[in-house]
């Protein structure tokens, strides 16, 4: 399977991300939670830069003990990424849509060896 050479291990550090183009689009490539992802850099939503979004903390309501809404809060063991153009979220580590799992962003494999990062496409 044909590599694209993404960049050298010490330019994409945690929550960096690096772009490149290949068969006329973009692929979103990032270290989340210590690990690389790559995803087409199109929302399955309209077509947005969904690689483009910020990113931010899952967030969950908590419920107590007696079922009693208590707010809610960032659950820092999990990562979204935001789609600019309407606030989709989906897991930065997976892909997959936080709202509705038929959905999910089209990840390609990433490759880390001597220092260099490539995707596989
Ligand atoms: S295009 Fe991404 S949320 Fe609409």
């Known amino acids: 399977m044909p590599e694209i050479f993404v960049a050298r291990s010490e330019q994409l550090g945690e929550g960096a991300r690096q772009f490149i183009e290949h068969a006329g689009q973009q ?4 270290r989340v939670q210590g690990r690389l992802v790559a995803y087409l850099n199109v929302c399955p939503h309209q077509g947005g830069p969904v690689c483009e979004g ?6 969950e309501e908590v419920i107590d003990e007696d079922r009693c809404y ?7 063991q999990t990562l979204h990424i935001v789609c600019p153009w309407h606030g989709w979220e989906f897991d930065a580590a997976t892909g997959a849509s936080a709202g509705d799992g ?9 490759l880390e060896r001597a220092g260099e990062i490539y995707v596989q496409v």
């Open 102 to 110: 038929q959905w999910s962003l089209r990840r390609f494999e990433v």
């Open 70 to 76: 208590q707010g809610m809060r960032f659950d820092p």
């Open 54 to 59: 910020m990113m931010i903390h899952r967030v």
């Open 27 to 30: 692929i979103g490539v990032m």
